[in-house]
């Protein structure tokens, strides 16, 4: 099968009109209308937050800096770009449109926002918009239909060929940029200067990053969306977490390790034993699997591995029951990936609606659905050593559960946990991050 996206994007729209058009039907209108998204201010100041593209706008074009820009479909014609290319001497301006994607639109530029109502449809209540509040129009006013989001959210759990292609390409430089992260860490750099080193390694700065990087040194790895960046290394340096993505054509990846400095050291065995156990995991992401069930599964294994390691003393089982498990790993086991890193629809029990409930026990869980090929999700176990979680362990009774001098002999590691995208598929699972990490080998 080809991995050229000018190969596979032409069947991504198909499949992307097909959706639509069924989604139009069940809501009732003749057009979607997609604005890209406008430029926010910070108060009292003419300073912009870093811009953000509506996620309904990148999922048919490949285009993450058009501000003001505007996608029309109407099923059983061409869909329409409007490309906002203004007249502007204190920026850059987007480029002309180019490139393998633009032969599949009717464009038309226009040089201010206003503009664009001419070239919209001429009945917005006809009309099922998609967007945010301050991206309206004239009447052209977001009004995001319930049934029509339903459908469209329910069903890009499903990745195509093309969107598959670009995970894979953010996923290329991704790892490089993880590498460079793990060469700085080991040369003794604080988090910031491994912050800079991955941003240099994956030739993008914070505002193109899927999400801010979590670069966390010894104990900070206990802190699960630790992003502070200290300036100065700890001394000394036990461990290193990361929870860092990139960007390709607005798909993301999202990836996680954790290093041992001492090589030799236990934290590392406890290192390899999650690794090995996620591995299995990530092996589960089959067709016809309940997610619930693998995030379920999850804390049996990495009960098991705390059992292993004196730092628990009752079964796995027993952890699961009692909620002790949870105390170590306060998250679920992973969420949907593709244009948002957490992406939509995790919960969805069809594309008309409905929720499909969290285990009891555990309100962190992203995905509840049970996986089809096509689906793309992250496989990420932890192990933490967290104070206030533990204080509700002795709180709750389950004290005795705990060898607490192991746990104080890892504290100061912080924690673990490893992360890989992988694709559900009719056989076994696609790895790409793995995938990612063997060809930069």
């Not at 449809?121 to 309206?136: H, M, N, Q, W």
């Not at 890009?156 to 670009?166: D, I, L, Q, S």
């Not at 700065?205 to 700890?234: F, K």
């Not at 156990?277 to 997610?291: E, P």
Request: charged share 20%; with cysteine.
């Amino acid at each position: 099968m080809s991995t050229d996206p000018a190969l596979l994007y032409g069947e991504h729209l198909a499949i992307l009109n097909a959706r639509t058009e069924k989604a139009l039907a069940r809501g009732g209108f003749d057009h979607l209308v997609v604005p890209s998204g406008t430029l926010h201010y910070q108060v009292f100041d003419d300073r912009d937050y870093p811009y953000a593209v509506n996620p309904h706008f990148k999922a048919w074009l490949p285009l993450t800096r058009n501000p003001g820009s505007w996608l029309v479909v109407t099923p059983g014609a061409k869909p329409k770009v409007i490309y906002y290319q203004p007249f502007d001497y204190w920026h850059v301006v987007p480029e002309a449109p180019n490139g393998w994607w633009v032969g599949h639109f009717d464009i038309v530029i226009i040089r201010k926002p206003e503009e664009a109502l001419q070239h919209l449809p001429r009945d917005p209540a006809r009309c099922a918009i998609l967007g945010e509040p301050p991206s309206a129009l004239g009447s052209f006013v977001p009004n995001n239909p319930q049934t029509v989001l339903d459908y469209l959210h329910y069903h890009r759990a499903f990745k195509t060929p093309y969107e598959v292609t670009m995970m894979l390409a953010a996923t290329r430089k991704g790892v490089p940029a993880h590498r460079a992260a793990e060469a700085a860490f080991r040369s003794g750099a604080s988090e910031f200067d491994i912050h800079l080193a991955y941003c240099a390694a994956a030739r993008q700065d914070a505002g193109e990053l899927p999400y801010n990087n979590i670069v966390a040194l010894n104990e900070h790895g206990a802190v699960l969306h630790y992003t502070e960046l200290g300036r100065s290394a700890p001394q000394p340096v036990r461990s290193f977490l990361i929870d860092a993505g990139a960007s390709a054509a607005g798909y993301a990846c999202d990836i996680t390790r954790t290093y041992a400095a001492d090589a030799g050291s236990e934290f590392q065995a406890l290192i390899d034993a999650v690794d090995a156990a996620q591995l299995k995991m990530c092996d589960q992401v089959r067709a016809g699997f309940d997610y619930k069930q693998l995030h379920l599964d999850a804390h049996l294994a990495l009960s098991g591995i705390l059992r292993d390691f004196g730092i628990i003393k009752v079964s796995p089982e027993a952890a699961l029951a009692s909620g002790v498990s949870s105390a170590f790993f306060p998250h679920g086991i992973g969420h949907g990936i593709g244009l948002q890193v957490h992406d939509v629809s995790g919960f969805a029990e069809s594309d008309h609606g409905g929720t499909i409930a969290k285990p009891e026990g555990h309100p962190y869980l992203r995905l509840t659905r049970v996986l089809e090929p096509g689906m793309a999700v992250t496989i990420e176990p932890g192990v933490y050593f967290i104070d206030m979680l533990l204080d509700e362990v002795k709180k709750n009774g389950q004290a005795d559960s705990v060898d607490w001098a192991r746990v104080d002999a890892f504290k100061p590691y912080g924690g673990i946990r490893i992360e890989d995208d992988v694709v559900c598929t009719e056989g076994a699972p696609q790895n790409l991050t793995r995938e990612g990490f063997a060809e930069a080998a």
